[in-house]
């Protein structure tokens, strides 16, 4: 007796991929260039191959069942194994240059290996990675010395020469220290900050002048690296966003006043329409919204 052999479909794996980093069925279609009824249609097909749910929705979210969580290791895998292969068997190569800046905490974030699966899928690109303060990256895209830089900056912030800012996330700002650390109410505030010019140190110096928080200064430094060693340290207190925080470090909730928010942003220089700069574009984008 002949048995079908049963097939994963691609096209409904990216579907199911795109509907999870969307967080539902509206950026998954926006991403796919499809209508809603579609994705969802694509899903309900995924699931009735597979004969088990892959989604559920609570009070406001799309929640990944158990077989979900599952299935979604092996799609990544997949679909990245099908573009790899279709980079590889193409007829041109993408040549070029691209010179990429990126904020250190962005770049302790997935970066090198995204860039290490770009690198593999367009061997023809020469890659230049600058890692440095948001506020010096923002200058150089400006000049023209950069063609692409992922950093954070303020909300409602604009370009100068014809650059453009593309947002990818607006994120919490949050306030965090060692679960050992004891906060003196009426002592002046420890703080652990990035040296002067930085978007995270004047939000939180200009929050604790509002309430009128006495604070001190314990450590400033351009290293993220000595930041995080001071902080689980239990010497002071710093402020981070909520999306690369790490396991030991603790949010502090109350006690301390609110932080405004902070946009993540993909930058690019003016008249940067190379074929090189737009495929890392298009796979920094992918990335880092997910």
């Known amino acids: ?5 049963r097939n994963l479909e691609l096209d409904l794996l990216r579907t199911f991929v795109a509907v999870v980093d969307g967080g ?22 995924l699931e009735g191959k597979l004969g088990v749910p892959l989604l559920t929705r609570d009070t ?12 979604l290791g092996y799609a990544r895998r997949l679909l990245a194994l099908n573009d790899e292969a279709l980079s590889a068997l193409a007829q041109t190569h993408v040549r070029g240059r691209v010179r990429l800046g990126s904020a250190q905490e962005v770049a302790d974030g997935g970066l090198p290996d995204l860039l290490a699966h770009f690198s593999r899928l367009h061997p023809g690109v020469a890659l230049e990675v600058q890692v440095d303060a948001n506020l010096k990256l ?29 947002l990818i996330e607006r994120l919490r700002r949050v306030w965090v220290a060692s679960p050992t650390l004891q906060i003196e109410e009426h002592q002046p505030l ?27 200064i314990v450590l400033s430094t351009t290293s993220l690296s000595a930041m995080r060693a001071a902080l689980r340290a239990g010497l002071g207190v710093g402020v981070r966003t909520n999306r690369w925080l790490e ?32 495929r890392l574009r298009a796979a920094l984008r992918g990335a880092m919204a997910s």
């Open 138 to 166: 923002r200058e150089q895209i400006e000049q023209g010395e950069l063609d692409l830089a992922v950093i954070f900056q303020e909300p409602g912030q604009t370009l100068n020469g014809g650059a453009r800012s593309e």
């Open 1 to 5: 007796m002949n048995i079908s052999p």
């Open 190 to 216: 420890p703080l652990v900050l990035s040296k002067a010019p930085c978007v995270f140190r004047n939000a939180v110096l200009s929050a604790l002048d509002a309430v009128a928080r006495p604070w001190r």
């Open 247 to 278: 396991a030991d470090l603790h949010i502090i909730e109350w006690g301390l006043p609110p932080l405004p928010e902070v946009d993540l942003v993909l930058l690019s220089a003016a008249d940067t329409a190379e074929l090189p700069v737009e």
């Open 60 to 71: 406001r979210n799309l929640v990944l069942t158990e077989r979900g969580e599952l299935l």
């Open 24 to 45: 539902g069925f509206t950026r998954a279609a926006l991403r796919l260039h499809r209508t809603q009824s579609t994705v969802s249609q694509q899903l309900k097909r």
